[in-house]
């Protein structure tokens, strides 16, 4: 099997998720995935696409992450994966679609107006 690579993306995180028959074994930047994320629910998150296909161990993952934080990097890693899953096998997409993990969550952060402390906020006002 060749490799099969997808993108995933979330807040201002790239996932670039690169996925081949293996044993299992989940790379991120060069570390394993229990260093990188040290919290179990973020290896959680990255897994769940696996985990709902029952193919936890028969792909070695390889991802590169680049931007945002640990919760939008996670997410952007579930979305890639999900997409790679896709790429070698179509009928699974009804499956991952249904839990949500192929869509792209497009929220992210509104940015800061000129003349004001924040996106929204205002300065106080002062009637005198």
Do not use: C, H
């Not at 249904?98 to 952060?109: H, K, L, N, Q």
């Amino acid at each position: 099997m060749e490799i099969i690579n997808a993108l995933g993306r979330r807040k201002a995180a790239v996932a670039r998720v690169y996925l081949r028959a293996g044993s299992g074994k989940i790379t991120i930047n060069d570390k394993e995935i229990e260093s990188y994320f040290p919290n179990p629910l973020l290896q959680f998150v990255v897994r769940q696409p696996l985990a709902k296909l029952g193919v936890e161990g028969s792909y070695d993952i390889k991802i590169n992450l680049k931007g945002g934080g640990y919760t939008g990097q996670s997410e952007a890693a579930r979305l890639g994966i999900a997409r790679a899953l896709v790429k070698i096998n179509p009928e699974d997409k009804a499956a991952l679609k249904a839990e949500g993990f192929m869509t792209r969550d497009s929220r992210s952060v509104e940015r800061k107006k000129p003349g004001q402390p924040g996106a929204r906020r205002r300065f106080q006002f002062s009637k005198r």
